[in-house]
């Protein structure tokens, strides 16, 4: 699929679409205190991925694409536990790798597939729902990320580096893009040659996961603060 073709262009205005629909389903399901729609979207993850993943596996396996060893593969688990238990580490997973690194998978794709193949409509039904499942749990529900989940998540990713990087070493894959940068043009283009991409890539990820944290620990705060100002006048 060519980026910022015809069959990217629709996914993206889809994409934008659903955004302020998955804040909106969020409170009202908040509101209600329902959890209709946060387990029917964790049902709907596995029950339409899986199979397209067996079926692909089963089909045109691929060493180096097939197995789930995709950081997406990790965030579609992390979304479907977090809308079906409203966890907060859960939450915070899908919170911190939705809205950076699948939001990067989205405006710069690297898939070789074009409509209407099953894999072009598995990769945009994953990664959609992923981001969307994030402002659902996190403007919609009001779960905010705390640092604890900040630390969590930093943990969480690097032991998957750790091993995405040791079998990529073993199998010659490149799975994560640690040992090298997508054929098809990405934001890593921007910063340099293999290995300095990648140590700016997780400097920039680790500071911009705290700037995503800050305002809400701050709000937390300033919300306490007049909680028991409003106490103390009582």
């Not at 060493?63 to 060893?69: A, D, E, I, R, Y």
């Not at 959609?128 to 659902?136: E, I, R, S, T, Y």
């Not at 990529?168 to 090298?180: D, H, I, K, P, S």
């Amino acid at each position: 699929m060519d980026a910022y073709s015809t069959s990217h262009l629709v996914m993206l205005a889809a994409f934008v679409v659903g955004l302020p629909l998955a804040v909106l389903l969020g409170r009202w399901e908040r509101r209600t205190g329902t959890r209709t729609i946060s387990r029917t979207a964790a049902l709907a993850i596995p029950l339409v991925h899986v199979p397209t993943q067996v079926y692909d596996v089963a089909t045109r396996f691929e060493l180096g694409v097939s197995l789930p060893f995709h950081l997406s593969d990790l965030a579609w688990m992390a979304a479907a536990v977090a809308l079906w238990t409203h966890h907060r580490y859960a939450v915070a997973l899908t919170y911190f790798w939705g809205l950076v690194l699948t939001t990067q998978a989205i405006v710069t794709p690297s898939l070789g597939e074009d409509f209407p193949d099953v894999r072009y409509f598995a990769y945009w039904f994953i990664h959609l729902l992923v981001v969307w499942a994030a402002v659902f749990l996190v403007w919609g529900h009001g779960l905010a990320p705390r640092w604890r989940d900040y630390r969590f998540t930093v943990a969480a990713t690097f032991a998957w580096a750790v091993c995405a990087y040791a079998f990529n070493e073993v199998a010659g894959t490149n799975y994560g893009y640690l040992q090298r940068k997508p054929g098809g043009g990405s934001a890593l283009d921007l910063l340099g040659p293999w290995p300095v991409y990648v140590f700016a890539e997780i400097g920039i990820v680790l500071v911009v996961w705290a700037l995503m944290t800050w305002p809400w620990v701050q709000r937390a705060s300033a919300g306490r603060g007049a909680d028991l100002g409003g106490q103390r006048l009582g």
